[in-house]
DNA sequence: TTGTATGCGTTATCAT
DNA sequence: ATGATAACGCATACAA
């Protein structure tokens, strides 16, 4: 079976189950009580098991395990395109947590416009047979998907701005509040005038970034004109436009909120060209906290989401109920807002 | 076994090879024939098998698949913190090779610095059992970990600056003689005192930007004296802190290289506030061609790395070997330098 | 507390 | 061209 090409050198033989109980002078069925935390060993048998599995690089066989308990260790992350910090973040904070019970993290990028979403994220997880899956923001905000997921009785656990029915374990980030939180900031610092690039409209989180900003101007008492209010697709030259817009044609404008970091720097860039100085003739703030933030000049304030931990979340959820699940639940996250330059 | 959990509802019973066999009427043998591609199947039944797959929604089972013949259809990424584009498009271009060959990713982000940073790999992969892995800058330039990598048998594809030996494949990526480009298109448009702001020399990135860069500039009979040459960290702030100084000392200064997206985001803001007008007073090019270049004021020209085309050329290298490594192969690649804003 | 034996869903050897 | 059947490495019902 092993091949015999040049690189095949004395790679170290496979042990197995087998091997161990052989060495330790048992059978197989007490080191698998070992390796399952069984309470019913003795303990000096488990400690010379333990020692001779330390000594040897023995690692159970996950496939072979998971084909006898129908289980995978295989914990699924499906997504698309959310910036890349983001992605990077989620995954150590998923690996962290799996590290430590010897699951795994496979991962589905997935196209959210495909007319196939549903069913290839479906053929993923029978494929791959993934334990469970982790569903980000913007795929989370699909209610069908969702509920295919739900009836495919995968147990999943989804990230989004506002629950999403079907997810056995929903984790909501707060960003309506977040956003009331950055229009309280601008108010508290005296900005009045104010303009609000929003993200398109189909989007959930859109929606509650919008409604956050604006509801809470509307309750200072000073809500937001029309030609105040404009609509990007998260995309940097939609940012810029918006801005643009907003600046030329609302001279009075001390500050803007845009919807993510992408348009907040297609704004910051429409404030150079119109020759607005930020922070000092024009505050603006993003959300996100990309990589990118930091890095504009100037620095980007913007709202942040504790991804890492939102993914150890709902990996270590997945990993507990191991499939087991009695009721869904819903967790509500409160976001930071990180300043820096751009709103002094 | 299953649970009884309230989402526990009808979910689709799972379909065996048994099944498949019994409703075409032949032995799983046969069955096994037709999803493994064996020429030995009469092509009427297999088209009766096939059709039947399909209209159930039948896949086999990865794991006992693994299990009978010593292969976990798993591959791997090992990686530490590259830039979050970066990130994404590797992973989509494994998958993209995945998906068609009903191998699944596994991801391993780790810490290039962690003491344990070998064991830790080798651990991920006897643990996960994956059949290969894909070692991503700059973890692929340790070559102590490839060695261990290559004596624990595993099949691995490094990407990386230079060739690293023990990689059975190695996509050696040409960043030396794209910096050369980039020198000698600063040369060819009449900038003769220009800047670098190098990565840190223990990264044999950072050297070959480095050396691309420099060399040309000998080349040209222009070499670049000392107090034009900074060394960053790759960071945001070294870069600023690198261009300030580069800047301040060389006010006859017209162009900068800076080995990454990061450090030339600093050395605009570093022209920022020197008030030198980007590219009117001073031309910028970065390396990665990251999420940041486009959205950066003036929008930055930089180096972009094909990074999905190489994901997918290493994971269909690893699938099509299958472990069968006859001989090492190395690649190489030539990149191409995206000009925007900063780069007249 | 420990061991025996069966089965998980495939692949692959050996028949036929 | 097709079919029994023994692995594969482990978990677990059942015995002891």
């Not at 900005?191 to 409209?201: D, I, M």
């Not at 859109?206 to 809470?216: I, N, T, V």
């Amino acid at each position: 079976m092993l091949s015999s090409g040049v690189t095949d050198v004395e790679m170290p033989e496979k042990l197995t189950i087998v091997d161990i109980a052989r060495k330790a002078g048992v059978s197989i069925r007490t080191v698998s009580r070992v390796l399952n935390d069984s309470p019913f060993v003795n303990a000096e048998t488990r400690d010379r098991i333990k020692s001779i599995i330390e000594s040897t690089s023995y690692s159970p066989n996950s496939r072979a395990r998971g084909l006898a308990s129908n289980r995978s260790y295989l914990i699924g992350l499906v997504h698309d395109d959310p910036n890349g910090l983001v992605l990077d973040q989620v995954q150590r904070g998923i690996v962290d947590v799996c590290a430590a019970h010897a699951y795994e993290l496979v991962v589905h990028p997935c196209n959210l416009k495909a007319r196939d979403l549903i069913p290839q994220v479906l053929q993923f997880a029978r494929r791959s047979r993934v334990d469970g899956i982790v569903v980000l923001p913007p795929v989370s905000e699909n209610g069908a998907l969702a509920q295919a997921i739900h009836a495919a009785g995968l147990p999943a656990a989804g990230i989004a701005s506002v629950p999403v029915e079907d997810f056995p374990l929903m984790i909501v980030v707060n960003e309506r509040s977040a956003s009331a939180q950055v229009a309280s900031m601008f108010y508290g610092k005296g900005h009045t005038e104010v303009g609000f690039v929003s993200g398109p409209l189909d989007y959930r989180s859109a929606e509650e970034r919008r409604r956050g900003f604006l509801d809470a101007f509307e309750r200072f008492g000073a809500p937001l004109a029309e030609d105040k209010i404009a609509e990007g697709d998260y995309s940097f030259q939609s940012g810029f436009d918006a801005g643009y817009q907003l600046i030329s044609r609302n001279p009075s404008i001390s500050a803007i909120f845009a919807s993510n970091d992408r348009m907040a720097a297609g704004v910051l860039k429409a404030a150079f060209k119109l020759n607005r100085r930020v922070p000092h003739d024009l505050a603006v703030v993003g959300f996100d906290d990309s990589d990118v933030a930091g890095m504009l000049t100037p620095a980007l304030s913007s709202v942040a989401r504790p991804m890492r931990q939102l993914g150890s979340e709902a990996a270590k959820w997945l990993i507990d109920t191991a499939g087991v699940i009695s009721k869904h639940e819903t967790r509500h996250i409160d976001l930071q807002i990180i300043l820096r330059e751009s709103l002094p």
